[in-house]
């Protein structure tokens, strides 16, 4: 396990020059962002489904009309929120299975259909306040770094939180863990070129319909990359290009209203996870702001709305939030300070052994490569920063 080091001093030398005004990411990152030359990422974002949102997801006419209807109805519909595609190969799963199988992947109105009621469920699950979800203890929670379009490690996860259960289990007071799912899209595994993880997206948001107060999708930077157009250069490969590519190919004449359905699940993620805890509260997020962009980071954005603002490249709270990196004990003791945690648990920065810890209190996972991890945590008796950091399952020796 790698511990991070630094001192407060550098971090308050940071602060200071942060208002400097900054260029992005050097082409020599692992994944730098690359802002369009005409962004015009103000659209509507962050509000709740209304008529009027609708109208701006969906201006196209050829977009099927029942993804439209779909923000603006199923509040009133909880029928269409409990029916359950049944697989081609249904008579191979157990009664009433919790599954991501049924979902038909080559279908465009079966994957607009299951983003569009995940949205739903990140808008409306009674554990989102403001910008976050929020829940207490007790109960079991399931922390996890990125996972960068890994399939066999979500199904993984899926089972580590008990959402492999079936419907009935499930009802009758079956354990299920909090889980938390970011930076699902992107991998490394390309076909001819092209990225075809808006499956893995499509999967978190049937989970999230599924699981609503269980299942927290949380905004990371690359899929804020891919709604915005500001792509990102991963080990040569431009990723958002590719994802667009993906999603062409297999939709063809459907890939506009895919691609907003897409957008709309996005714009529906709470940029963190916060646990409350009888040992202090639990901070679960994609990334944090670094030092440098604390001057012009706001850092009430954890108890308000998300803003249209909020999102913009180099300038928006939640943008400066996701693409944080290197943070320091400086960093994390004032935003302790400012948001009352006790430990943070975060992804994006690569770790070889899957795990490192940032003192006073932070740890950093990934869950997307071969030595992976993820954290398992008693929300009732949650571990100090170092005790997390030797209590994490990898990947590999849960096959």
């Avoid at 942060?18 to 692992?30: A, H, K, L, N, V």
């Avoid at 709604?227 to 667009?244: L, P, Y």
């Amino acid at each position: 396990m790698y511990v991070a080091k630094s001192t407060r001093a550098d971090y308050w030398a940071r602060v200071a020059r942060s208002s400097i005004p900054r260029e992005g990411g050097r082409p020599d990152q692992p994944d730098s962002p690359q802002t369009p030359p005409n962004s015009q990422f103000t659209s509507v974002l962050a509000t709740r489904p209304t008529a009027a949102h609708a109208a701006v997801l969906h201006p196209a006419a050829n977009i099927p009309s029942y993804s439209v209807a779909s923000l603006t109805n199923l509040a009133s519909s909880p029928a269409h929120l409990s029916r359950r595609r049944p697989p081609d190969n249904a008579s191979s799963f157990p009664a009433n299975a919790v599954t991501t199988s049924a979902i038909n992947m080559t279908d465009a109105q079966a994957v607009i259909d299951v983003l569009l009621e995940g949205t739903f469920a990140n808008h409306s699950a009674a554990c989102r306040r403001g910008s976050i979800d929020l829940v207490q203890s007790p109960g079991r929670l399931i922390a996890t770094g990125d996972l960068h379009d890994n399939p066999r490690h979500l199904a993984t996860l899926i089972s580590a939180a008990g959402m492999d259960q079936s419907a009935t289990e499930v009802e009758s007071g079956g354990d299920v863990a909090h889980l938390t799912l970011h930076e699902l899209i992107h991998g490394d595994n390309l076909m001819s070129g092209m990225d075809l993880s808006y499956r893995m997206l499509t999967k978190a948001a049937d989970l999230k319909r599924r699981f609503p107060e269980h299942v927290h999708t949380l905004l990371a930077n690359h899929e804020l990359a891919q709604i915005s157009g500001a792509g990102i250069v991963k080990d040569g490969v431009r990723v958002v290009e590719a994802f667009n590519k993906g999603v062409e190919y297999v939709f063809g004449s459907d890939y506009d209203a895919v691609t907003e359905a897409i957008n709309a699940f996005v714009r529906s993620m709470p940029l963190a996870l916060r646990c409350r805890t009888p040992r202090g509260d639990i901070l679960c997020a994609h990334s944090l702001p670094t030092a440098m962009a604390m001057g012009r980071f706001d850092t009430t954005i954890l108890s308000r709305e998300l803003t249209p603002y909020d999102y913009e490249p180099r300038t928006g709270s939640a943008y400066l939030m996701v693409w944080g990196r290197h943070y320091d004990g400086g960093l994390l003791e004032d935003l302790v300070e400012r948001w009352g945690i006790n430990l943070f648990i975060v992804g994006h920065e690569k770790c070889d052994d899957g795990v490192m810890l940032v003192p006073p209190n932070a740890i950093v996972l990934n869950s997307d490569h071969a030595r992976g991890v993820y954290l398992p945590i008693d929300l009732e008796h949650p571990p100090r920063a170092e005790d997390a950091a030797r209590d994490v399952v990898a990947f590999a020796n849960t096959r």
